[in-house]
């Protein structure tokens, strides 16, 4: 069983930056690819990123890429997610993910979600 705690959200303007972190419970975290998603109201979750076991391969979607970093601490049990030049079509309730196990397992652990806000 894993658990995922993110923390991080909050309101920004547009053009600011937010740091996202997820921290996973257990001793599986560095045998599990993680990613983060997000939902817009009225919206289906979207993907948004994920990251390979060892960190050496990170996927993102188009909306995103160039902005967005992610990156884990495997000592640590933590993902994050450094959002950069936010807009505010970036506001969402952003979900940290775990997979069953390296990338392209299928995802198998939620998180609750934590609320990003970008003002324009």
């Known amino acids: 069983q894993v658990q995922l705690v993110e923390s991080g959200g909050g309101l920004v303007q547009a053009g600011g930056s937010l740091r996202l972190s997820c921290a996973a419970s257990?001793?599986?975290?560095?045998?599990?690819?993680m990613g983060w998603f997000r939902q817009a109201p009225g919206k289906e979750r979207e993907f948004v990123t994920a990251?390979?076991?060892?960190?050496?391969?990170?996927n993102y979607a188009a909306s995103v890429k160039g902005r967005f970093t992610i990156s884990r601490d495997n000592a640590k049990n933590t993902v994050y997610l450094q959002m950069n030049s936010l807009k505010p079509e970036d506001t969402a309730v952003y979900y940290c993910a775990a997979q069953r196990r390296e990338l392209g397992s299928g995802w198998e652990y939620w998180g609750q979600g934590t609320q990003v806000t970008v003002s324009s």
């Open positions: 990251i390979s076991l060892n960190g050496g391969v990170t």
């Open positions: 257990g001793r599986s975290f560095s045998s599990r690819a």
